[in-house]
């Protein structure tokens, strides 16, 4: 059976119409590329609490960048009542569904709540997700304090 060709004004429209449906599909693609991240990461300093271990510390976190976050972890300093540095650490907040809010309580082996004057988020040492930048944890975070320990980055 001999091939037809199809008329160019018809194989124009035809093509356009394979390379859109063509677009569409890899744009729903798994790993296909996203729009930049947008919102931010509410983390709030909620309480400082004596703990048998030493310390608790309790934030409330909540996703708000439009995405989940498979992993996000932050490294925290801890400065003393006169402003000295007195620990750096990394806290792994893990998972944060995307439009949800978490609590996560942390325990500082021998720390003194009473001694802490100052919580720095020094950076962000994991951010990983789909369409997730590495700085964006970072970038996009929002920092607030109910407790009267000084929160920040």
Do not use: H, W
Request: a negative charge.
């Amino acid at each position: 059976m001999p091939s037809r060709l199809l008329p160019s004004s018809l194989l124009s429209t035809a093509g356009r119409i394979a390379l859109a449906v063509a677009g569409t599909l890899a744009a729903t693609l798994p790993g296909a590329a996203q729009e930049p991240a947008t919102g931010a990461i509410k983390l709030e300093l909620n309480a400082l609490q004596k703990s048998e271990k030493g310390c608790r510390i309790a934030f409330v976190v909540e996703n708000a960048m439009g995405r989940d976050i498979a992993r996000a972890a932050y490294e925290i300093a801890l400065f003393n009542k006169e402003g000295l540095v007195d620990r750096l650490l990394v806290l792994d907040f893990q998972e944060l569904p995307n439009e949800k809010t978490k609590v996560r309580r942390f325990d500082l082996a021998d720390a003194d709540c009473d001694a802490i004057g100052r919580v720095l988020i020094n950076d962000a040492s994991a951010c990983e997700g789909d369409g997730l930048e590495p700085g964006d944890c970072i970038a996009r975070l929002e920092a607030t304090s109910r407790s009267t320990v000084t929160f920040g980055k």
